[in-house]
């Protein structure tokens, strides 16, 4: 059965324009693309010295997950000065809403809700990673500021210690309807994506890969072995899907942000979306992914490549989008929303050709000729000036 719930308008008063913004807004659209720049300083300034964007886009598998567990734990603040009932009150600067109005903006249904705490009658705290399953409330992971949430406390008693899914027995914050007359559905914004961050996030800081743990280490924050009906998350494949379809939304980086300066660490996988797939890519099962990446302006720099296709971003986000006439695409059918920018190749047939007014345009690869890397009959092609070239940079002539 569906779970429907209704939640108010979200209105940001600009001091300047007193315009209102979407909450769900995301990078890749005007409205978010404008406010996020407010918040890239901070960001920038966290990826330092061995932890720079490039040189954890340079990593994968093990490796990367390695070099995130490690700045995440030498960054993380918490400890036994921090607790579970220490969020109640802190949330207010966390999840704010952005009209000022001391408001929070709740989970799953972006309800926004006095900030105030009454005791759990407005809102309660939703361990995302559940404590009867490694999340127990009395260690670091579950006070963790980015991995605990304030959600509408009817909305939180839906979900229990339920796993997230799409399947049966499973539970989708896509079920839960958000109404709101000012809510903006052209930015496509769901609490999917939030949730399978939160997951990653758990797991690169709290678990162990390759030999790879630190200080904050929680045995049974071991996602590979969390999956199915009685773990965290249905599979891989359906938590990276999450991820990508999914853009990460106005309200993630605003709760970025103040989970820093709350505790001291970010969350890598709502900065740099890509990261996920190349820490997870040669996980069991995961085997249609692939990511190619951008100049590190370009937000959000990555694509999502699945059997039946990918979904990618293009358009200059601070101007305005490319417009529709100015994008073409061959080897696939698609379709293009210029207002998001977000474009959706599906039914791949062979070389997929993507046509964008410039090379800045599009992002999917750092080629400035307009290379782009897809997956076809299970092999890696760099398509680039009308020929496909393999991972060893030889061309392959059949590709039907």
Known sequence: MKRIFTFFSLLFCCAWLWAAIDMQ????????????????SKQI??????FTADALRALSGDALFGALNELMGNTCLLNNEYSYDGLRTAYVSVDKDLNGSGNIIGYYDGRSMSGTWDEGITYNREHTWP?????????????DMQSVRPASTAVNSERGSTPYGESSQFYDPDEISINNANYEAKNLGTYRGDAARVILYDYVVYGEAGGNKNKLYNGNAQLLSKLGKSG?????PVLLKWHMNDPISLTEMVRNDGAQTYQGNRNPFIDYPELA?????????VTTYDVSVTGAEMRPAYSLTLKDGFIAYVGKYAAKMTPASEVTVTGA??????TTGRLTITKVTGAVSITVPSAEAIEMTADSQKAIKVIHNGQILILK????????????????
């Open 25 to 40: 807004a995301h990078m890749s659209s005007k409205e978010g693309y404008s406010k996020y720049t407010q918040y890239r």
């Open 45 to 50: 300034n966290y990826y330092t010295g061995d």
């Open 131 to 143: 404590q009867s399953k490694g999340a127990d409330k009395s260690i670091p992971m579950g006070y």
């Open 232 to 236: 965290v998350f249905e599979s891989i």
């Open 277 to 285: 797939i190349q820490m997870l890519k040669n996980a069991s099962d």
């Open 333 to 338: 059918t698609y379709t293009y929303d210029n």
């Open 385 to 400: 000036n009308g020929k496909a070239y393999n991972t060893l940079g030889a061309i392959v002539d059949d590709i039907r």
